[in-house]
């Protein structure tokens, strides 16, 4: 058996979901830009479980299928109220709290961190919260059990508090201009040849099945495939570059990825006189390295909650807080 309470982070290629006792864990690639099957996957969920309740948070508005910000909004949240039935879904806003009619829509608009903030407020104390998924990074600090983050992605990267950087989806020519091989500097080409994925598949940092996203060339995602694309980036294929060399580049990757977070973080922790990170996300190895560089002490949320609940952190985080708030909800909902 699960909670019959459940949270759901939509996202602009992933939607995340998971229970308020952690029982109940899922992530479907769904990307909004691509005929997206958003509809009928939600559909399928609340006929599958029939949720009593249900909490959202959501980034997807900034997918570019939408004219701006408030048409993916509207979007998103028609298509949950169409699935699950307005009356059952509680949404969370960039302040960490759930939406009244007071609100403007906008709040809602990339506020899944604000949840996950929420909840690490209240279990780990004063930290920076670090969440690397599949395509960013979200660094947010919290104080006294209140994120101190700007309340848009805009602020958010203009405050290092953002990093367009993650486990699966990045493109490893955005990391480095150029890599180091036995032959030299090598320049790297700029066309989507290769991502992240591919350079943590080879690592040994994710399992092929962790390799959610689409890959760059539309192949495989076996290991071979991922250094055939990985020797793409240098404008070579696996006949002019060695296995060693590939292994070279995507620790390169690792070190550039690991010190722009680190640097980042500094930042952050400088700012707000921090010195505790708050790990959760399918890279929450990169963390614990940028926290090593950096000698901060890390909190672990796979430590804590176990490694599922760590990719679909937001989700869980949004129907913890439901679960916690449903009386007063339900209070005022009956007024």
Same mark, same amino acid.
């Given at each position: 058996?699960?909670?019959?309470? *459940?949270? #759901? +982070? ?13 029982? #109940? ?12 099957? !958003?509809? $009928?996957?939600?559909? &399928? ?8 309740? @249900? ?25 949950? +109220? ?9 949404? *969370? ?7 009244? &009619? ?21 279990? /780990? ?17 919290? *104080? ?16 290092? $508090?953002? @990093? ?10 955005? #990391?480095?201009?150029? @890599? ?17 994925? +591919? /350079?943590? !598949? =080879?690592?040994?940092?994710?399992? $092929?099945?962790?390799?959610?996203? &689409? ?14 694309? =990985?020797?793409?980036?240098?404008? /070579?294929?696996?006949? &002019? @570059? ?6 070279? =580049? ?10 722009? !977070?680190?640097?980042? =973080? ?20 990169? *963390? ?5 560089? !950096? ?34 909800? $339900? ?5």
């Amino acid at each position: 058996m699960y909670s019959k309470i *459940i949270g #759901l +982070d939509i996202g602009g290629a992933n939607t995340k979901l998971a229970s308020s006792d952690g029982t #109940l864990v899922e992530l479907h690639y769904l990307p909004l830009w691509k005929n997206t099957r !958003l509809p $009928e996957v939600l559909k &399928e969920i609340a006929q599958r479980f029939n949720p009593e309740r @249900v909490a959202v948070v959501m980034t997807g508005e900034l997918a570019d299928c939408f004219e701006d910000k408030e048409q993916g909004i509207r979007f998103i949240k028609e298509t949950v +109220d169409s699935a699950f039935g307005s009356e059952r879904v509680s949404y *969370i806003n960039s302040q960490g709290r759930f939406q009244s &009619e007071a609100n403007s829509l906008r709040e809602l608009a990339a506020a899944n961190w604000a949840a996950s903030a929420r909840l690490i407020g209240e279990e /780990a104390g004063d930290c920076i919260f670090v969440d690397v998924g599949s395509t960013t990074s979200d660094i947010i600090p919290i *104080i006294s059990g209140e994120h101190r983050a700007g309340l848009t992605d805009f602020d958010r990267l203009l405050r290092s $508090e953002l @990093v367009y950087a993650g486990t699966l989806r990045t493109n490893l020519a955005v #990391l480095l201009e150029k @890599v180091k091989l036995e032959k030299g500097m090598c320049r790297t080409s700029s066309e989507l040849f290769a991502t992240t994925a +591919d /350079a943590y !598949l =080879i690592l040994g940092k994710i399992e $092929e099945d962790a390799y959610t996203c &689409e890959t760059a060339d539309g192949a495989g995602r076996s290991k071979t495939d991922a250094m055939r694309r =990985i020797a793409r980036l240098i404008c /070579a294929d696996l006949s &002019e @570059v060695r296995e060693r060399e590939i292994y070279e =580049i995507t620790e390169q990757v690792k070190e550039k990825q690991v010190s722009t !977070l680190a640097e980042a =973080i500094s930042e952050v922790a400088e700012r707000n006189g921090l010195k505790k990170i708050a790990s959760a996300g399918l890279g929450e190895f990169l *963390i614990k390295e940028a926290a090593e560089k !950096l000698g901060f002490e890390c909190i672990s949320v796979s430590g804590r909650w176990g490694e599922e609940i760590s990719k679909v952190f937001p989700a869980y985080a949004a129907a913890r807080l439901l679960d916690a708030e449903k009386p007063l909800i $339900e209070k005022n909902l009956n007024k």
